[in-house]
């Protein structure tokens, strides 16, 4: 029944191959980039090198704008992220003899509503100390040793793919169940099946049974699409991997029968069901990480079964670690997976009209 409806069938492949294809369209690992306009107010031989130096840093564009004038108008649209003013003392530093040359002030313009732009002054400060201290052929004091450690890339997709994968099984165990089921009862078709000689524990177990195979189908799919196309390394267990999803579709398929027994139509599955994956999708940390939520609501949503879920298969898939690094996720899961079951044994009727 469920591999006849080729329509549902073919969204429940293709709807989380679309976020994955998407998000993976977009550079989300590409260096920070300022896009800027230098006005040269000293045009001269040593401002013009300053300038290529600047430039040299590659976290600036330099955006050709004849004037300071038209310079603020694109700021203020938008289409500029600061501008640099070198001022026309640059270059004269002739002073009083036995005093100090005065010092060039730069100035620098910022669009304040980007909270990033502030980069930009930092960047500009610590680039005219190294400046200051060339000119002066001043002695370094202090210098900074650095040692690396060859530790693993993760990019963003490497990232997001764990989330696509729980959100996958997430939306087509519990709406599939939730809406197929309840579409079920209301064409009596259920009530038919009781006079036949299939049992009700064997029509359920195939539902359940059909739908993990499904969920099978997706880990492969999205697996396969995000390694091939995207790159997206998985460096922990791929057995691990769809274990833990499985787990996590019977935690959902639960909550799609608990669904399923407590509407009566058809609408009502689709609405009920939505209320409970959409806020999930958001809070639990497909796309971006919990951690940003305010401290109370990261407690809350810590409890529900998909950011259990995503957090095993993100260690799992990112940082290798073992299924035993994880024993407060599954206990969470495992009383999902009983809560659900209750909720469902008690609500779900073959017979109900």
Do not use: C, H
Request: aromatic share 14%; proline share 4%.
């Amino acid at each position: 029944m469920l591999f006849r409806d080729k329509q549902a069938l073919f969204w429940s492949l293709a709807f989380p191959l679309l976020f994955l294809v998407i998000f993976g369209l977009f550079n989300f690992d590409a260096p920070t980039n300022f896009s800027i306009a230098i006005i040269d107010e000293a045009q001269s031989e040593q401002s013009e090198q300053l300038k290529f130096q600047m430039l040299d840093l590659e976290i600036f564009t330099e955006t050709e704008i004849a004037s300071r004038e038209e310079a603020l108008e694109t700021l203020k649209d938008g289409d500029l992220d600061g501008i640099i003013t070198i001022p026309a003392s640059y270059g004269q530093f002739e002073g009083v003899e036995g005093a100090a040359p005065e010092p060039s002030v730069f100035s620098v313009t910022l669009d304040e509503t980007n909270q990033q732009s502030a980069i930009i002054v930092s960047v500009l400060n610590q680039f005219l100390n190294e400046l200051n201290l060339q000119i002066a052929s001043a002695p370094r004091l202090f210098t900074i040793e650095t040692e690396g450690v060859q530790g693993q890339e993760v990019k963003y997709l490497d990232f997001l793919m764990p989330g696509v994968l729980g959100m996958a099984i997430m939306f087509s165990a519990i709406i599939g169940i939730a809406v197929g089921i309840t579409r079920y009862r209301e064409r009596k078709i259920l009530k038919r099946l009781m006079a036949t000689p299939v049992k009700v524990q064997s029509f359920l177990m195939a539902e359940v049974g059909s739908y993990l195979f499904l969920s099978f189908m997706q880990i492969a799919l999205i697996l396969g699409v995000g390694r091939i196309f995207f790159g997206i390394q998985v460096y922990g267990s791929y057995f691990y991997l769809i274990l833990v999803t499985l787990v996590g579709t019977i935690v959902f398929l639960n909550i799609g029968f608990f669904i399923a027994g407590m509407s009566k139509t058809v609408n009502t599955a689709e609405a009920m069901s939505n209320a409970f994956t959409t806020p999930m999708m958001f809070l639990s940390g497909v796309f971006f990480s919990p951690d940003m939520l305010p401290g109370w609501m990261e407690r809350i949503v810590d409890f529900l079964p998909l950011t259990s879920l995503l957090k095993v298969l993100r260690g799992i898939s990112i940082n290798g670690s073992p299924l035993t690094d994880f024993p407060y996720q599954f206990a969470l899961l495992g009383g999902w997976i009983v809560v659900s079951f209750v909720l469902a044994w008690k609500t779900f009727r073959m017979d109900r009209a």
